[in-house]
């Protein structure tokens, strides 16, 4: 049977449970799990932990073409690479710490750049929490320093605990025999018990089920990018900082910008709708870009990538004896991919340890943090379409600006508009959540008040100033 | 390199044992030691070193700290928001599984050493 019919069962779920207990993995099953980014391995990771809590003996098959030793698009899966301050703490519990080698810089603020000035977000801890990461081995032609792989770290992790590792790269999975096989193009295949699809959005393997299904249809995407200037650890320290410097510029098509610092270079992202050769010409002539590198001069960039992101997900996200996790299936809108990775991975692998590996379990467990990751992005877009019209407004934009500098002042107040994009910026929170505190009256009531006096003739806003510029972080 | 949390050199006090608090930390880096007060007497309790973590009580109780946390070692500690953390389990209940197993750990610790002193008294 082939691929198409298995996930067509996701639709025809009537298995009574005793039936469905028939599906749970036994001692010697075997999982196929196509993919070694941050999904995959911690799929493999957490599967394997929680497999030995209940003494379950499971081979665990991790299939993956690339390297991540190697520097460049070669051993790169093509991210901004930043780990968000929810994702660290998580991990942190998890007891999975990342070492300073992965680490290439700790942030601990963001900046936001606009026409009408800038402000430093600072978190209240100031505690640096949000990790800056390379997911392959650093960009292309930089030195050999003691760099590490944030992929390859989790794929030691999933080794550890007992993760095979094999370089191949799959083309296809059926289903043969009441069990999957997993097809490589070097004609090796292999059956499993269960296959994982944590292959991501930037490899062909979606695009073959969803050609030969009638009713798989693989994630949509839109295309970013990313490059990497070097500019040296010691002026990104002076320069950059240890913030994110985000920008808020009436581009059309541009959501979301950011120039993350790491170790000697500086990693620029641009999300949004098809990001093209125009959208980047307008980007790098805009002058709040062009004043955040050394002499307003931006250097050429050293490496660079359009990879695409998943901006709807796959449906059906599971099938009998399949499940598709991280980008493949089911991913945050724009932000904290990684974050979204984890939640996936881990919400699999518990359905496949505490309940089965048929598509009834994973309706049943897994599916429904799939629904909640999807209608969160539905407000999510809500919330970027709402910025999309403050990057239009310029009063809104002053306001906003006037709010955060002013909280950024004072320690006692709750920062609510710093909150607000703290969280937008880092992914750190639902945009639910995010959404719902903007509906707080007295949230409304200080946005209003700061977009009447920022606005005002003759206002320290109006003119690209706060009221207490010399105190606070803004400059113009 | 670069590195997550937050510094804190040899001698400093982390937590203070009466204080109220709302998140845990877990260790990155060095070595702190737990010490407990009373009638004017310290009692180190344990000694912690990376990986492991502290504070977690304040993630289940609204209670002061139960004990002093001070770095033995130039240390770096990363805090966990109650807040973060909670909401963490309420989507993922097993993301406890690893601290309520430390603390099953420490309970039988503190059991053995109890068992231990009234032996010898």
């Keep these: 049977m082939k691929m198409a019919e298995n996930l067509g069962l996701a639709r025809n779920f009537g298995r009574k449970r005793q039936e469905s207990q028939a599906w749970a993995l036994q001692d010697g099953s075997r999982i196929a799990v196509i993919g070694a980014g941050p999904a995959g391995t911690m799929f493999s990771y957490f599967f394997l932990t929680m497999a030995e809590t209940v003494a379950l003996d499971v081979g665990v098959d991790i299939f993956e073409p690339r390297h991540f030793c190697h520097r460049g698009p070669a051993g790169c899966n093509h991210c901004g690479g930043v780990v968000s301050e929810s994702l660290v703490q998580r991990l942190a519990t998890e007891g999975i710490r990342l070492p300073d080698g992965v680490v290439q810089r700790g942030i601990e603020s963001?900046?936001?750049?606009?026409?009408?000035?800038?402000?430093?977000?600072?978190?209240?801890?100031?505690?640096?929490?949000?990790?800056?990461?390379?997911?392959?081995?650093?960009?292309?032609?930089?030195?050999?320093?003691?760099?590490?792989?944030?992929?390859?770290?989790?794929?030691?992790?999933?080794?550890?605990?007992?993760?095979?590792?094999?370089?191949?790269?799959?083309?296809?999975?059926?289903?043969?025999?009441?069990?999957?096989?997993?097809?490589?193009?070097?004609?090796?295949?292999?059956?499993?018990?269960?296959?994982?699809?944590?292959?991501?959005?930037?490899?062909?393997?979606?695009?073959?089920l969803e050609n030969e299904s009638r009713e798989f249809k693989r994630p949509s995407l839109t295309k970013t990018f990313i490059c990497e200037f070097h500019l040296g650890r010691e002026v990104i320290r002076e320069t950059f900082g240890p913030s994110m410097h985000v920008f808020l510029l009436d581009i059309p098509r541009l959501e979301f910008a950011a120039l993350i610092p790491k170790g000697d270079y500086v990693t620029l992202v641009l999300l949004g709708d098809d990001i093209d050769e125009e959208l980047m010409q307008r980007f790098f002539g805009s002058p709040e870009v062009q004043n955040c590198f050394p002499g307003a001069v931006i250097?050429?960039?050293?490496?660079?990538?359009?990879?695409?992101?998943?901006?709807?997900?796959?449906?059906?996200?599971?099938?009998?004896?399949?499940?598709?996790?991280?980008?493949?299936?089911?991913?945050?809108?724009?932000?904290?991919?990684?974050?979204?990775a984890y939640r996936t991975a881990k919400a699999a692998a518990k359905t496949v340890v505490f309940h089965g590996v048929d598509a009834g379990s994973f309706k049943q467990h897994y599916a429904p943090l799939c629904r909640k990751i999807s209608n969160d992005n539905l407000v999510g877009k809500f919330v970027f379409n709402v910025a999309s019209l403050v990057q239009k407004a310029r009063f809104a934009r002053r306001g906003i600006l006037r709010m955060t500098a002013n909280e950024q002042q004072q320690t006692a107040s709750p920062r609510r508009m710093s909150g607000v994009l703290w969280d937008l910026f880092s992914g750190s929170a639902s945009y639910t959540n995010v959404f719902l505190r903007t509906l707080h009256p007295v949230y409304i009531g200080s946005l209003v008040w700061n977009l009447v006096a920022g606005n005002l003739p003759g206002s320290a806003a109006r003119n690209g100033h706060t009221q207490s510029e010399e105190e606070s972080h803004v400059q113009h | 390199m670069a590195s997550l949390g937050k510094e804190y050199k040899e001698g400093e006090v982390i937590v203070r044992q009466g204080e109220m608090g709302n998140c845990m930390f877990v260790i990155q880096k060095g070595e702190v030691e737990a010490v407990a007060e009373a009638d004017g007497k310290e009692l180190r309790l344990r000694t912690m070193g990376r990986d492991e973590f502290f504070g977690e009580m304040a993630l289940f109780e609204k209670a002061t700290r139960t004990a002093t946390i001070r770095a033995i070692r130039p240390t770096r500690v990363l805090t966990i928001d109650k807040k973060n953390f909670l909401g963490g389990i309420h989507e993922d209940p097993s993301l406890a599984f690893r601290i309520v197993q430390t603390m099953s750990h420490r309970i039988r610790d503190l059991t053995d050493r109890l068992a231990k002193s009234e032996e010898s008294n």
């Design chain 1, 299 to 340: 250097p050429d960039h050293v490496c660079h990538c359009y990879p695409r992101i998943n901006i709807r997900p796959s449906n059906p996200v599971y099938g009998d004896r399949l499940v598709m996790i991280g980008d493949s299936g089911s991913t945050r809108l724009f932000k904290d991919g990684i974050g979204a």
């Design chain 1, 110 to 208: 963001y900046t936001l750049h606009m026409d009408v000035g800038d402000v430093e977000i600072a978190t209240p801890l100031m505690e640096k929490r949000i990790a800056a990461i390379y997911r392959g081995n650093g960009p292309r032609e930089s030195e050999l320093l003691e760099t590490h792989s944030f992929d390859g770290y989790l794929l030691e992790l999933a080794q550890q605990k007992g993760a095979k590792i094999i370089h191949r790269l799959v083309t296809d999975v059926q289903q043969e025999d009441d069990l999957m096989t997993v097809h490589c193009a070097d004609q090796h295949s292999d059956k499993y018990d269960l296959v994982v699809v944590a292959s991501g959005v930037n490899s062909r393997l979606l695009e073959i």
